[in-house]
């Protein structure tokens, strides 16, 4: 998920977390039932901020359904949310009608949970084709039962400071930065050097090494597990490349040598420590946020060297639910295309349906603070073409240990690349037990 889902800042804000599923609903009661009007209680029970209660969604559903009343609870970390998810999963109890999942986290729950959650391919109204085939096979059980159905996605691309690449002496204009990396992650490394042979005084060509690490795992098909569910990823080709890569970075000072999602790396943004971040479509609200007004105009974005995505989220409907046939009416709703379209317009998540990339208000997204850059055409083509990636029970303990014990340390403490690969190999294994 960023590659990481405790990195999602829109999912993992520094709030207190509630200590139950079931905890601070946003309005009304914390159970399905009846109200004392008679309507039908229907529970969401989210991590972080999905938006939907923000953007309206919820009100625009019960003035169309007037017997149904929604609530919402949230907690505000997934690494708090999950683990009590699986827990009420298993023991068919303490479930909201509707669950949301990450997407790190949807091959474990597919994969483990499927018997207890509803098959939401066939529900009315939801159709396959509207939605893109890698996120849909995501939460799609071997022998097609569709479970979740996708929210938001984060296709990448790359944000990139014009001022910093005028004065290093590359090109500025978003087509032809994409050029100079198009279809190669190596072209990026390439161009990181270029930039270090004239980087502005006290400016790096990107944040972290773990950062690329992330970016450039997310663009294959085949990294940490095998069709059959082997863990693979000490083999993998493309986990070799992107370590060997990442490494580069980190071993010849391309990298303001920064650990994502921290204050050093907020202020970074603040101070134009560094000239180019992998970003997701969430990203660019983040942006806005840390690098203030003034990076306004200064900040771009062009298309990454290959698709890829980080982040992103599902809606399940468990079993054990006593308002099923509502609650599956419900998720779909909120996951239609033009719910979606509305979220991104509102909020700027991005459409996990492709029926909603060609609704004006995704095709025709423009962003002010990039240069008015042309948002929405530039994340829908790096969205169609995200690989269908073998997912894994434990992506996530896999990615995190591989950055955070091994790259982490080769960025920030100068290890060899091999003494960090071996400290995450031994981590991982552990974790994994293998």
Request: aromatic share 10%; hydrophobic share 40%; with cysteine.
């Amino acid at each position: 998920m960023r590659g990481f889902a405790r990195r999602f800042p829109r999912r993992a804000l520094p709030l207190a977390a509630a200590v139950v599923l079931g905890a601070v609903p946003a309005a009304g009661c914390g159970r399905s039932g009846d109200d004392p009007a008679g309507r039908t209680v229907l529970t969401v029970g989210l991590f972080g901020s999905f938006g939907y209660e923000e953007a309206g969604l919820y009100d625009a559903y019960m003035r169309l359904h007037q017997d149904v009343v929604i609530t919402q609870t949230s907690i505000q970390r997934n690494e708090n949310y999950y683990p009590q998810l699986l827990t009420h999963l298993v023991s068919d109890s303490g479930l909201a009608d509707v669950q949301a999942v990450e997407a790190i986290n949807i091959a474990e729950v597919t994969a483990t949970q499927a018997d207890r959650l509803v098959d939401l391919g066939r529900a009315p109204g939801v159709r396959r084709a509207d939605f893109l085939p890698w996120k849909w096979a995501q939460a799609t059980t071997r022998d097609g039962r569709t479970v979740g159905l996708g929210t938001d996605i984060g296709p990448q691309a790359v944000c990139y400071r014009k001022d910093l690449f005028a004065r290093a002496g590359l090109p500025t204009g978003r087509d032809a930065v994409g050029r100079l990396w198009a279809g190669d992650w190596r072209a990026y490394l390439e161009t990181g050097r270029r930039y270090r042979d004239r980087a502005p005084a006290g400016t790096s060509f990107t944040d972290s090494a773990s950062g690329v690490l992330s970016a450039v795992t997310g663009s294959s098909a085949r990294r940490f597990y095998d069709e059959d569910g082997t863990v693979v990823y000490k083999t993998s080709p493309a986990v070799r490349e992107a370590w060997d890569i990442a490494a580069a970075f980190a071993t010849e000072g391309l990298t303001a040598r920064l650990q994502q999602f921290t204050p050093a790396w907020d202020q970074a943004f603040a101070n134009g420590t560094f000239a180019t971040v992998s970003c997701p479509a969430w990203m660019l609200g983040y942006i806005e946020d840390k690098a203030g007004p003034a990076g306004e105009d200064l900040w771009d974005v062009a298309a990454a060297p290959r698709p890829a995505n980080w982040g992103g989220s599902f809606l399940v409907v468990p079993k054990s639910g006593k308002r099923r046939a509502q609650a599956v009416r419900l998720a779909a709703w909120l996951t239609a295309p033009a719910q979606q379209a509305t979220l991104f317009r509102r909020r700027g998540s991005f459409p996990s349906a492709s029926a909603a990339h060609a609704l004006p208000a995704v095709a025709g997204a423009r962003h002010p603070y990039f240069g008015d850059a042309p948002t929405g055409r530039i994340y829908t083509r790096a969205a169609r073409g995200v690989p269908v990636t073998v997912l894994g029970p434990k992506d996530l303990v896999i990615a995190q240990n591989l950055a955070d014990i091994g790259m982490l340390q080769v960025d920030q403490k100068g290890r060899r690349p091999e003494d960090g690969w071996d400290a995450a190999v031994r981590t991982i294994d552990n974790a994994l037990d293998l």
